[in-house]
């Protein structure tokens, strides 16, 4: 079985959008970051890969994580079409190229682009996809390459209010 657990940014700064690329975390965000992830480490969905949009927001929620799973900061890999905007064809290719070794996978990105993915991988979403929002997705596969568009199996859908 492989994982994706499609992130969306935590809450950033509301001001700023002129220069959207570099918006930080508020320190709501930074909060809800811890939570989720500590969730999710006490659920055991722990990363043996985390990818991420190079937007600031994005990529500091995607360090929150990491330290929270002791992964190291500097093996985050960057994706520019994360924050361009990246189509579920694209994304499904990107996937198909993942090393077998990373059974779980988080990609931390920006809506709408994270709920297009997480609606068109799932069978079923009907859900909206908050600010530090957490959707696993499970594919009965042993290889990435197998990957397909609406047959993932949603394993969680955590949000931060769960958790206040």
Same mark, same amino acid.
């Given at each position: 079985m492989k994982q994706l657990v499609i992130v969306r940014h935590a809450k950033s700064v509301p001001y700023g959008y002129d220069e959207d690329f570099h918006r930080d975390l508020r320190k709501?965000?930074? +909060?809800?970051?811890?939570l989720v992830s500590n %969730?999710? %480490? &006490? &659920? +055991?969905a722990i990363p043996g890969l985390i990818i991420s949009s190079p937007a600031l927001r994005a990529k500091r929620t /995607? %360090?929150?994580? /990491?330290?929270?799973f002791n992964y190291a900061p500097e093996r985050i890999q960057i994706i520019e079409d994360l924050y361009e905007g990246i189509s579920t064809q694209e994304f499904v290719e990107m996937v198909r190229e993942l090393p077998d070794e990373n059974d779980i996978v988080y990609v931390f990105g920006h809506n709408p682009t994270v709920f297009y993915l997480v609606n068109n991988l799932l069978d079923k979403f009907y859900d909206d996809m908050p600010t530090c929002s957490a959707v696993g997705i499970n594919f009965s596969i042993d290889t990435w390459k197998n990957v397909e568009i609406r047959v993932g199996k949603r394993a969680f859908h955590y949000i931060p209010k769960m958790f206040k």
């Open positions: 709501r965000g930074e +909060n809800d970051s811890v %969730k999710l %480490k &006490e &659920e +055991n /995607a %360090k929150i994580f /990491a330290d929270t």
